[in-house]
T-cell receptor
Framework: GAVVSQHPSWVICKSGTSVKIECRSL??????MFWYRQFPKQSLMLMAT?????????EQGVEKDKFLINHASLTLSTLTVTSAHPEDSSFYIC?????????????FGDGTRLSIL | AQSVSQHNHHVILSEAASLELGCNYS??????LFWYVQYPGQHLQLLLK??????LVKGIKGFEAEFIKSKFSFNLRKPSVQWSDTAEYFC????????????FGAGTRLFVKA
């Protein structure tokens, strides 16, 4: 079945560091991918829509200069958290809609736990 | 703005009890509706989906959901839960507002007692 791979699964780094998270669709092409943030005991919050070959679409309240998204190919989107601070610590999840399935359900990566010290 | 509301944050049931989790959304246009499940330590998985046709959809593991357009609802049901159904359940709606995006409800944590 369709698989989305997310890497790394866990990052611990110092405040001020920039962290890159990769999201790959392994057996289908994804012109669109989504990036979510999940706080403990809360739902997924859509941060941005990553569009292959064009700029990402950010949700209201999400700083585009803070969370840089690049979707350079049909199978890879990256999220870079620039100059990360402790308040950026969270669980980040990417997803891609499977274009071959009616209704375009999302296939999710395993998530990246980001811990900023 | 579009939103998805799940009525129960925590549900505790005994095995063999019936389950119904409520989900309502606010969006006037065409929607695709989903229920996702997240088992402890695992990633989100699709449980079932509705995009057109019969409003009663059946998913994996005996789950079903009914889309009631007039009520903007998509409640999840299972006649008899098992201990292995312990998980967090998310209702989600995909809307097209110049591009497709999926909005999630806050999730319902289900704990089934053996």
């Amino acid at each position: 079945g369709a698989v989305v791979s997310q890497h790394p699964s866990w990052v611990i780094c110092k405040s001020g560091t920039s962290v890159k998270i990769e999201c790959r669709s392994l057996d289908f092409q994804a012109t669109t991918m989504f990036w979510y943030r999940q706080f403990p005991k809360q739902s997924l919050m859509l941060m941005a829509t990553s569009n292959e070959g064009s700029k990402a679409t950010y949700e209201q309240g999400v700083e585009k200069d803070k969370f840089l998204i690049n979707h350079a190919s049909l199978t890879l989107s990256t999220l870079t958290v620039t100059s990360a601070h402790p308040e950026d610590s969270s669980f980040y999840i990417c997803s891609a809609p499977n274009p071959w399935v009616l209704g375009r359900p999302q296939h999710f990566g395993d998530g990246t736990r980001l811990s900023i010290l | 703005a579009q939103s998805v509301s799940q009525h129960n944050h925590h549900v505790i049931l005994s095995e063999a009890a019936s389950l119904e989790l409520g989900c309502n959304y606010s969006y006037g246009g065409t929607v695709n509706l989903f229920w996702y499940v997240q088992y402890p330590g695992q990633h989100l998985q699709l449980l079932l989906k509705y995009f057109s046709g019969d409003p009663l959809v059946k998913g994996i593991k005996g789950f079903e959901a009914e889309f009631i357009k007039s009520k903007f609802s998509f409640n999840l049901r299972k006649p008899s839960v098992q201990w292995s159904d312990t998980a967090e359940y998310f209702c989600a709606v995909t809307v097209n507002t110049g591009g497709f995006k999926t909005i999630f409800g806050a999730g319902t944590r289900l704990f089934v007692k053996a």
